[in-house]
């Protein structure tokens, strides 16, 4: 089994450009006329591969994989591919400056997509379409979050009346019962209610606010006396310890 030499070529898709994209080839199949491509640039489509290579010969058929990176060149004839691998096997650049894909910047005046650098560039752009749209987007999302909400709301709402249930809603002003669609609504009352619950609440806050100050008190109390003992420990045992050894009657000599 031999193994086919692989050769790098050259590839600058605009005359003017300082930049070259090196790309690998090799024969495919022997004694025919399929040549294998790999390297190439990122958004470069089947058409423009195919007359990138029609430089050496008539080509049939470029086929891409589909990540884009590679693909197959398939020339009329024979001597289309070895003139591709002399030509590559030499290090010359082959230029591209026509095609759809002519204008590799996709600037004004350019009749194609970008590719390479520019591609990537392009397809993070796009990505990214700007805070305008994506402001709309939300709006959009939020809308249709809140009508589905309300929809699941009145589903839930016809559902307890056809139970028998009293429906409350919440609202200002004073309490009053309705129908609505044969469902039973009450509403109002809110006010009052509202406000009994903040008296409580406020009370409940000024009780416990003045049993968490003694508290406080008492805890500081207990403290002070525990530290005042610990003093008062230190003082015994330093008098005791001047004691023992005023008292001592051990003499080496």
């Known amino acids: 089994m031999t193994t086919e030499k692989i050769y790098t ?8 450009s300082p930049f070259l994209q090196y790309i690998a080839v090799k024969t495919h199949d022997a004694g025919g006329t399929a040549l294998f491509v790999s390297g190439l640039p990122y958004g470069l489509n089947e058409d423009t591969l195919k007359e990138c290579f029609e430089a050496f010969g008539p080509v049939l058929q470029a086929v891409l994989h589909p990540l884009k990176r590679s693909g197959i060149v398939v020339f009329r004839e024979p001597a289309g591919r070895a003139a591709a691998v002399k030509y590559a096997a030499k290090g010359q650049v082959l230029e591209f400056a026509g095609g759809p894909q002519g204008d590799a910047d996709g600037e004004a005046g350019g009749s194609g997509e970008p590719v390479g650098l520019k591609a990537w560039v392009h397809e993070h752009k796009a990505a990214r379409p700007g805070n305008d749209v994506l402001q709309q987007q939300i709006d959009d999302w939020m809308d249709a979050f809140e009508a589905e909400q309300e929809r699941k709301a009145r589903e839930k709402q016809a559902a307890m009346g056809e139970d028998g249930w009293t429906v409350v809603v919440r609202a200002k002003g004073r309490k009053r019962t309705r129908e609505d669609g044969g469902i ?7 006010a009052a209610n509202a406000a009994a619950a903040a008296a409580a609440a406020a009370a409940k806050d000024g009780k416990e606010g003045g049993l968490g100050d003694f508290y406080r008190f008492q805890r500081r109390e207990k403290r002070r006396g525990e530290l005042e003992e610990l003093r008062q420990r230190f003082e015994d045992d330093r008098r005791r310890l001047a004691q023992l050894k005023a008292a001592r009657n051990f003499k080496p000599y």
Not at 9 to 16: D, E, P, S, V, Y
Not at 184 to 190: D, E, N, P, R, T
């Open 184 to 190: 039973k609504v009450q509403s109002g009352g809110v």
């Open 9 to 16: 070529l050259g590839l600058k898709l605009r005359a003017k």
